[in-house]
């Protein structure tokens, strides 16, 4: 591969040659097998030199990134430092929207050469990606269940029902049957926030209105407070726009549980770099303020 990469920037095997500091015929043999091995010719050879085939084209893509890898491999290992490279993170809306930001500032602050890959989902699909290998950590509602995953609980997040003051009704404690003629708005049906509100009907013994969804917290938020709906949201979400008087937390009963929020990742990649990232997590959480509580890392 080193052989072919340099024939491709040269345009000649004699060049390419002298760069690497071996015979041409050395060079001839090297390109021959790597054809052979792929089953295709990688240059097209003419009077003026050579150029890239169709599948050299092709095969030069591939070659460039392995040559990426290796080099984020070496610098990863000679300098000692677990964040190097890239680091694919994924994230439920209720951390990338109160935790990340101030995460990917620690980040970019104490490991300047990282280059983090975002991926902000449901708890739900999130799972599937960290399973399918497509993501190194994630962070998320619902904890990972099996064998194959290091779970920590980082911070418990307190939720509640939120309303425009014109949809606030009267200043007494609501149940049930008092959002029954209410338009809610919640996250699909994979979110816990989906799931939250069910139970929550069911446990009075109500059957469950029908739910208007969006599948961005951000756009949830927006929607209650032009008075669109009312909704279950986390309490870190919206401490601006409580004390701005653009909405209002309802007094229901009973009150939810807090959300847990997990940082999670595949076993079989536990290092360095996982806990860095949980670590400056923590310290994020520790500072995000009103409903949020950090959990204690145990031992």
């Given at each position: 591969?080193?052989?072919?990469?340099?024939?491709?920037?040269?345009?000649?095997?004699?060049?390419?040659?002298?760069?690497?500091?071996?015979?041409?015929?050395?060079?001839?043999?090297?390109?021959?097998?790597?054809?052979?091995?792929?089953?295709?010719?990688?240059?097209?050879?003419?009077?003026?030199?050579?150029?890239?085939?169709?599948?050299?084209q092709i095969a030069l893509q591939y070659v460039?990134?392995?040559?990426?890898?290796?080099?984020?491999?070496?610098?990863?290992?000679?300098?000692?430092?677990?964040?190097?490279?890239?680091?694919?993170?994924?994230?439920?809306?209720?951390?990338?929207?109160?935790?990340?930001?101030?995460?990917?500032?620690?980040?970019?602050?104490?490991?300047?050469?990282?280059?983090?890959?975002?991926?902000?989902?449901?708890?739900?699909?999130?799972?599937?990606?960290?399973?399918?290998?497509?993501?190194?950590?994630?962070?998320?509602?619902?904890?990972?269940?099996?064998?194959?995953?290091?779970?920590?609980?980082?911070?418990?997040?307190?939720?509640?029902?939120?309303?425009?003051?014109?949809?606030?009704?009267?200043?007494?404690?609501?149940?049930?049957?008092?959002?029954?003629?209410?338009?809610?708005?919640?996250?699909?049906?994979?979110?816990?926030?989906?799931?939250?509100?069910?139970?929550?009907?069911?446990?009075?013994?109500?059957?469950?209105?029908?739910?208007?969804?969006?599948?961005?917290?951000?756009?949830?938020?927006?929607?209650?407070?032009?008075?669109?709906?009312?909704?279950?949201?986390?309490?870190?979400?919206?401490?601006?726009?409580?004390?701005?008087?653009?909405?209002?937390?309802?007094?229901?009963?009973?009150?939810?549980?807090?959300?847990?929020?997990?940082?999670?990742?595949?076993?079989?990649?536990?290092?360095?770099?996982?806990?860095?990232?949980?670590?400056?997590?923590?310290?994020?959480?520790?500072?995000?303020?009103?409903?949020?509580?950090?959990?204690?890392?145990?031992?």
């Amino acid at each position: 591969m080193e052989a072919f990469l340099a024939i491709s920037e040269a345009g000649s095997f004699r060049l390419a040659a002298d760069r690497l500091g071996i015979t041409q015929p050395s060079i001839s043999q090297r390109i021959k097998e790597f054809e052979s091995a792929l089953g295709c010719n990688l240059f097209v050879r003419g009077k003026g030199g050579v150029r890239l085939s169709e599948s050299g084209q092709i095969a030069l893509q591939y070659v460039q990134r392995g040559f990426d890898v290796l080099q984020e491999m070496e610098r990863r290992l000679s300098t000692g430092d677990p964040l190097t490279g890239s680091l694919r993170l994924g994230a439920s809306n209720t951390f990338a929207l109160s935790c990340l930001p101030a995460l990917l500032a620690a980040l970019e602050q104490r490991h300047p050469t990282l280059h983090v890959e975002l991926t902000i989902n449901n708890s739900a699909a999130l799972r599937q990606l960290l399973d399918a290998q497509k993501l190194d950590i994630v962070f998320l509602v619902d904890a990972p269940i099996g064998p194959g995953y290091t779970v920590e609980g980082l911070a418990s997040f307190e939720i509640a029902w939120f309303a425009h003051q014109a949809l606030s009704g009267k200043a007494r404690t609501l149940n049930a049957l008092d959002f029954l003629d209410r338009r809610i708005v919640t996250m699909p049906q994979s979110s816990p926030f989906h799931n939250i509100i069910g139970e929550w009907f069911a446990a009075a013994k109500i059957p469950l209105p029908a739910l208007n969804t969006c599948n961005d917290m951000a756009t949830l938020v927006r929607l209650v407070r032009m008075g669109a709906a009312v909704s279950v949201l986390p309490v870190c979400l919206v401490t601006s726009e409580l004390a701005a008087g653009n909405i209002v937390r309802l007094r229901a009963s009973p009150t939810f549980s807090p959300l847990t929020i997990y940082a999670a990742y595949r076993t079989k990649a536990q290092g360095r770099t996982s806990q860095v990232v949980i670590d400056l997590a923590r310290n994020v959480i520790a500072e995000a303020g009103d409903g949020v509580t950090p959990i204690a890392v145990r031992g």
